[in-house]
C-alpha cells in the first residue's frame, strides 16, 4: 500500500488515479446515493417498508448452509488455493532463507488482505443502508473472506500430506475428510427429512426446514460455525453487530490457529505448484507450428522483417488455451448481440442469423480487434534495447510492428464480410442489390482503414506513454492503472475520429455532388477516398513517430513486477 502511495508523487500515476477515482464516484457513488434517494421518497410517500428482520433470518439460515456445503466440498473438489503458489525464485530463495514456514504462510496470507479488503468495500457499496450500515457490511464481509482464504488455504496444506510416506501422516491428514464426508452426510440426511416433513408449499415455507436444522441435535453443532461466521451480514443494530462480531471472529481465529499447525507441508505444496507448472509448460505445446509461412528473402523492405517475426511469434505462441481464451469471449459477445438485433427486427431464419453474426464479427474485430491483438510495438517494449541495436530506420520499426495485427484483423474481418455479402439478401431483404454491393464495397475498403487508424494510435501512445503500457501478459492493477486505461480508450477515440475527420469530409462532398447521377455507385468511390486519405495519414504519422521512437529511453519502460 505504501508503494502505491508513493507512486502518486509521479505525474503519470496521479492523474490516473484521479480520473479512475472520478470514474468509481460517478458509476458507483453517485448511482447509490440516487437509489438511496429515490428509496427514501418511496417510503415518504407510503411505500410498505422491506421486512428486514425475516430476510436477516433467511440470509443467515441459508447463508451458514451454503458455507457449510463449500467447506465440505473443499475437500473433496481437486482444486488448490493459489496464495500458496509460490514461484520458481521464491521457492529457491525464501525457503532456504532463515525465515520459518510460519512465516511464510503469514506472509502469504497478510498479503491477501488488500484485495480480501478492496472486494469487501467494494461489495459494500450496493449495500441498501446509511454509511453506518455499509462500514458494518464491510467490516463483516471481510471477517467471512479471510475466514474462507484461510480455511482454504489449510484444506490445500493439509490434503497435500493424504499421501505422505509416513502412515501416521496420512492418517492426520485423512482425518477431516473422513469429518467432512460424515458431516455432509448427516446435514444432507437431515435436510431432506426436514423437507419431507415440512412439505413447503411455497418458497416461504421452504426456509422453516432450513432453519429446524440450526434448532439442536448434530446439525445443529454442525452448522454452528458458519451461521455465527455469517450472522454479522444481517444484524442492523450497532450493538448486536458488536455481539454477533465475537463468535466470528473467534471462528477466525481458530481456523487460523489451525492452519498455523500445518507449516510442515508448505514446503510439499510449494514443490508440488513446482512441478505442476513445470508440466503445463511443457504440455501447453502451440496448437499450431510455425513451419510454414513465408521465407524472407535475403534483402528487401525492413517492414517484411518485424511481419514475419511477429507472424511467428504469434503462430509458436497460439495454445489451444490461448484460442479458448480469445474466442469464447468473441464467440459470446457476437451471439448477444446478433441476437439482440434480430429480437429487435424480428428476424428469422438461417441466412438471416448467419448474416448477422458475420456482420458483428467484422464490426467486432473492426472497433476492439487492435485492442485484443497486441502483437506490435505494444509487445516489444519489453525487448526494446534489442530494437534499438538494429539497423533499421525507426519509422520502418513502427511500420513493421504494425503489419502484423493490420494483416490478420484484415484478414479475418474481410472473410466475415464475405460471409455477410454472400448472405446479404436474406440479411438485408429491404435492400436492393445494388445498395447492397455499395455497402460491402464499402466496408471492405474501410475497414482496414479504421484498423490502420487504431493500430497508429496505439503504437503511437507506447512510443510516448511507454509506462502506461501493459507489458506481456501483465495487467496492472489499482486506481492509477484503471484511470490510465480510460484515458487511453479516451485518447484513441479521439485520435481516431480526427484521423477519419478530413477523409470524412471528402467523401461527404463526393457524395453530395455526385449522388445525382451515380446513385449506390458512388459509396465504394467516396470510401476509397477517404481510405487513401487515411492511409497517407497513417504513412505521415510512422514517420513523425520515428524521431521519438529513437529519444525513447529503455529506462522508461517500467517492467514486469
Same mark, same amino acid.
Given at each position: ?35 438511496? @434517494? ?20 433467511? @440470509? ?39 525465515? %520459518? ?22 461489495? %459494500? ?26 480455511? *482454504? ?35 444432507? /440426511? ?21 432453519? %429446524?436444522?440450526?434448532?439442536?441435535? @448434530? ?6 460455525? *458458519? ?8 444484524? /442492523? ?50 496448437? =499450431? ?28 505462441? /497460439? %495454445?489451444?488455451?490461448?484460442? *479458448? ?32 453474426? @458475420? ?38 520499426? =513502427? ?33 436492393? *442489390? ?87 455507385? =458512388? ?18 504519422? /510512422? ?19
Amino acid at each position: 500500500m505504501l508503494a502505491r502511495l508513493r507512486r502518486l508523487r509521479e505525474p503519470r500515476y496521479l492523474v490516473g488515479a484521479i480520473v479512475g477515482g472520478a470514474y468509481l464516484y460517478f458509476t458507483v457513488f453517485a448511482r447509490t446515493r440516487g437509489r438511496s @434517494a429515490a428509496t427514501a421518497r418511496s417510503r415518504r410517500g407510503g411505500a410498505p417498508p422491506f421486512p428486514l428482520d425475516q430476510a436477516a433470518a433467511v @440470509a443467515t439460515s441459508v447463508g451458514g448452509l451454503v458455507l457449510f456445503g463449500g467447506a465440505a466440498l473443499a475437500w473433496l473438489l481437486p482444486v488448490s488455493s493459489g496464495m500458496l503458489d509460490f514461484s520458481d525464485a521464491e521457492v529457491d530463495v525464501l525457503f532456504t532463507a532463515p525465515v %520459518s514456514r510460519r512465516a511464510l504462510i503469514v506472509h502469504r496470507l497478510m498479503r491477501a488482505q488488500l484485495g480480501l479488503l478492496f472486494t469487501a468495500i467494494v461489495t %459494500s457499496l450496493f449495500y441498501p443502508s446509511a454509511p453506518l450500515g455499509r462500514l458494518r457490511w464491510a467490516v463483516a464481509m471481510w471477517i467471512a473472506l479471510s475466514t474462507a482464504r484461510v480455511y *482454504f488455504t489449510g484444506v490445500t496444506l493439509s490434503r497435500s500430506r493424504l499421501t505422505a510416506a509416513s502412515a501416521s501422516a496420512r492418517r492426520v491428514a485423512w482425518a477431516p475428510v473422513v469429518v467432512s464426508l460424515a458431516a455432509l452426510a448427516i446435514v444432507g /440426511t437431515a435436510l431432506v427429512r426436514a423437507f419431507v416433513d415440512y412439505h413447503p408449499a411455497d418458497a416461504a415455507g421452504a426456509i422453516a426446514p432450513i432453519e %429446524s436444522l440450526y434448532s439442536s441435535g @448434530a446439525t445443529a453443532v454442525l452448522l454452528w460455525p *458458519f451461521r455465527v461466521l455469517i450472522r454479522p451480514l444481517s444484524t /442492523t443494530g450497532l450493538v448486536p453487530f458488536v455481539l454477533s462480531l465475537v463468535p466470528a471472529i473467534a471462528v477466525l481465529g481458530a481456523t487460523a490457529v489451525w492452519v498455523m499447525q500445518t507449516d510442515a507441508a508448505l514446503q510439499d505444496v510449494a514443490e508440488d505448484a513446482s512441478r505442476q507448472r513445470a508440466s503445463k509448460a511443457a504440455a501447453a505445446a502451440p496448437a =499450431i507450428r510455425a513451419r510454414g509461412g513465408f521465407r524472407l528473402a535475403p534483402s528487401g523492405s525492413a517492414e517484411l522483417v518485424f511481419l514475419w517475426k511477429n507472424m511467428t511469434a504469434m503462430l509458436r505462441g /497460439t %495454445s489451444g488455451f490461448a484460442l *479458448f481464451r480469445y474466442f469464447v469471449p468473441l464467440i459470446i459477445a457476437v451471439v448477444g448481440m446478433s441476437t439482440a438485433l434480430m429480437s429487435a427486427r424480428q428476424a428469422s431464419g438461417l441466412g438471416m442469423t448467419l448474416c448477422s453474426l @458475420a456482420v458483428f464479427v467484422a464490426a467486432f474485430l473492426v472497433v476492439l480487434g487492435p485492442q485484443i491483438l497486441r502483437t506490435d510495438l505494444r509487445s516489444d517494449l519489453r525487448h526494446l534495447e534489442v530494437l534499438k541495436t538494429w539497423p533499421v530506420r525507426a519509422a520502418a520499426v =513502427i511500420r513493421g510492428e504494425m503489419l502484423c495485427p493490420a494483416v490478420v484483423l484484415t484478414s479475418v474481418v474481410w472473410l466475415a464480410l464475405t460471409c455477410a455479402t454472400i448472405l446479404s439478401a436474406a440479411g438485408f431483404p429491404n435492400l436492393a *442489390f445494388g445498395w447492397r454491393m455499395a455497402g460491402a464495397s464499402g466496408a471492405f475498403v474501410l475497414g482496414p482503414a479504421l484498423i490502420a487508424a487504431q493500430l497508429a494510435v496505439q503504437n503511437a501512445a507506447a512510443v510516448f506513454f511507454p509506462a502506461w503500457v501493459p507489458q506481456g501478459d501483465q495487467r496492472p492493477r489499482g486506481l492509477d492503472a484503471m484511470g490510465q486505461r480510460l484515458i487511453m480508450l479516451a485518447g484513441v477515440i479521439l485520435c481516431v475520429l480526427i484521423f477519419f475527420l478530413p477523409g470524412a469530409l471528402a467523401a461527404a462532398i463526393l457524395w453530395f455532388a455526385f449522388y445525382r447521377w451515380m446513385g449506390a455507385a =458512388i459509396v465504394p468511390i467516396a470510401a476509397l477516398v477517404c481510405a487513401a486519405i487515411v492511409g497517407v495519414e497513417v504513412l505521415a504519422t /510512422t514517420e513523425l513517430l520515428g524521431p521519438a521512437f529513437e529519444r525513447l529511453d529503455i529506462l522508461s519502460v517500467e517492467r514486469a513486477e
